[in-house]
């Protein structure tokens, strides 16, 4: 029986507003990114609401491109965009832009400033930041507060027919300067940007609407009921309704179901961000990593990005159930990344294909085995037939691991010594060490042993019990594979909340490439891999003993790259 799970409160909220029939009975939320760079886990805990919501309540999410700063934005971002929530499994009901309204929202600023409620102003960023105030004290009016609303229209149309520099007058609201919400203190709405043309519009506005002024606006256009946001908009709140509440009741131009008379008007909800440990999520952060080569690229295997979680080997699935585990609340906090990786670990301890690969050989030879190679046969999922075999070629020379073999062992060492002790060959043939060879520095070079060709695994012999088991491969047939092992990319558990550059802060250990000899089955997989609307097919294996693997798309068919998704033992505490 599944587990009835209890509401979120947001649910809770949507099961009361369509108990009591607002807004027509309809659900509507919006995901509104601002394609100024990728897709990180934590916007992927907003999605994972916005679309669950709709889904759940049989409305319909739409995805709208927050592209009002075109100094920052770019069509690259708003594909990778798609195509991360596409794959996270999400399905939108529209694509729309703010950049859809800058006519409207120009005609309403133009309105705001005839009816009184707006003015340009001629100062500069920092003058108008001076004039703030604090929470407890009231700020200064601007000196051009009380400007005719003749001069004030005159001068807005010379913004934006580009008559003005950047930077030298904006379009304020003229609420309140002693309000003790910060935000009504005359917002900038509207500034001019002439330095960058905009990703869709090209050179036709010079002036642009600020989030304040374009987002709860746009949620009424399209008829979005239920905008969700994080915490740090709840001071917004207030301006966001301000806003509406000089334009509601009017016919919404994106929302073709409306009718007058409607009691429709959205409302903004907030939860808490999702932060994890050892991470940064800010933009601007990452992409100072990114330009700076500092990691390999958006998708680097230890960015928190989508693409980068994806490359690293996460799963759609792994992502959205990690987002069910930590819920929604209204407190900020701190998610240990311990948690996401416990949850990517149980998913493929399913379904990863388990093979061998030794990372620090040391050649075996097995002196009594007289045959040509034979091939021996490994469960894909040990104890589960159904789930796939492969074939193992065993001959006389193996690779083991170097730290399986202790010349002199004392009795608590269970693995291979010269001492008379039995060992499994795992999937193969009892063994026992009889000696080694050292090179002039007294390394080890080969280890010796016979076997025992009635104890093979799969035979009745195979059932005699050692007291421990190890993993080899044959030295002809196997490959050499890079595995990248990743590791956290920061030393500290909030990088954010450190003093100084985050960039000292990067451990230097995140990342160690290591070529290991893989058993002959992989030979299969080295090959280029292939891509389905851009995303790389992905392939999962765990390699025994060192963790979950996913096939890179840096293999070819000369190399095969694996990139370490997950350790097999798992820290993470209940
Ligand atoms: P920036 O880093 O540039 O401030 P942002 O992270 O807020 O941007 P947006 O593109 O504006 O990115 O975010 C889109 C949506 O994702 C917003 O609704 C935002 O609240 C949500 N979001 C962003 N970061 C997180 C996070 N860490 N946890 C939950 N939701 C988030
Ligand atoms: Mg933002």
Redesign the pocket.
């Known amino acids: 029986m599944e587990e009835e799970k209890s509401l979120n409160f947001i649910e809770q909220i949507v099961e009361k507003d369509l108990s009591e029939g607002k807004n027509d009975g309809r659900i509507q939320t919006r ?4 394609p ?2 990728y897709l ?1 886990i ?2 992927v ?2 999605i994972c609401m916005d679309f669950g919501i709709a889904e759940r309540y049989n409305g319909i999410c739409n995805l709208r491109f ?1 592209d009002t700063n075109p100094s920052k934005e770019d069509t690259e971002y708003v594909d990778t965009i798609m195509r991360d929530i596409a794959w996270l499994g999400f399905k939108w009901g529209n694509i729309y832009y703010a950049s859809d309204y800058f006519d409207k929202l120009y005609e309403l600023a133009i309105r705001f400033i005839k009816e009184g409620k707006a003015y340009v102003d001629e100062q500069t960023a920092e003058e108008i930041a001076a004039q703030k105030g604090t929470p407890t004290e009231p700020g200064v009016a601007s000196p051009y507060r009380d400007r005719p609303v003749e001069e004030n229209l005159r001068l807005f149309e010379a913004m934006q027919a580009g008559e003005i520099e950047e930077g030298k007058m904006v379009l304020r609201a003229k609420i309140d300067m002693a309000n003790p919400n910060m935000h009504f203190r005359d917002p900038i709405i509207y500034r001019i940007i002439t330095s960058h043309p905009h990703h869709r519009t090209g050179r036709k506005w010079n002036v642009y609407p600020m989030y304040d002024f374009a987002h709860g606006q746009s949620d009424y256009f399209e008829g979005v009921t239920h905008s969700i ?2 915490l740090e ?1 709840v001071v917004h709140r207030p301006l966001y309704d301000y806003f509406i509440d000089q334009f509601v009741g009017e016919v919404p131009s994106n929302f073709e179901g409306w009718k007058p008379g409607s009691d429709y008007r959205p409302h903004q909800y907030e939860f808490n ?3 994890i440990t050892y991470t940064v ?4 952060k990452m992409l100072q990593l990114v330009q700076e080569g500092l990691v390999s690229g958006w998708d680097d295997p230890r960015m928190p990005t989508v693409c980068g979680l994806r490359r690293r080997g996460y799963t759609a699935s792994a992502i959205r159930e990690f987002m069910d585990k930590i819920g929604y609340t209204k407190v900020e906090g701190m998610i240990d990344v311990g948690l996401l990786e416990h949850t990517i670990r149980e998913n493929l301890k399913e379904t990863a294909p388990r093979v061998c690969a030794i990372f620090e050989p040391v050649k075996l030879v097995i002196t009594n085995y007289d045959k040509e190679t034979e091939i021996l046969v490994g469960e894909n999922i040990d104890g589960h037939p159904e789930l796939g075999t492969r074939e193992m070629p065993f001959a006389r020379e193996l690779y083991i691991e170097r730290g399986d073999f202790l010349e002199e062992a004392d009795n608590k060492f269970y693995r291979l010594s010269p001492n008379g002790r039995e060992v499994r060959l795992k999937n193969a043939y009892i063994i026992q060490a009889t000696g080694c060879e050292k090179d002039v520095e007294g390394n080890i070079t080969t280890v010796y042993a016979t076997y025992d060709p009635d104890s093979k695994s799969g035979t009745e012999g195979g059932n005699r019990k050692t007291k421990a088991t190890i993993n080899w491969v044959e030295c002809n047939s196997c490959i050499d594979v890079e595995t990248r092992l990743y590791d956290r990319l920061f030393k500290v558990e909030n990088p954010a909340a450190e003093e100084g550059d985050f960039r000292d802060l990067l451990n230097p250990d995140s990342l160690r490439v290591v070529t290991c000899k893989a058993e002959a089955s992989l030979k299969t997989v080295r090959k280029p891999v292939t891509f389905k609307d851009g995303i790389a097919e992905v392939k999962h294996f765990q390699l025994l003993k060192q963790g979950y693997f996913v096939v890179d798309e840096d293999t070819t068919a000369d190399k095969l790259v694996l990139n370490r998704t997950a350790s097999l033992k798992d820290n993470w505490q209940k």
């Open positions: 995901f509104p990114p601002e100024n760079g990180h934590g916007h805990k907003a927050d946001c994080t908009f961000r999702l932060n999520m800010s933009k601007r």
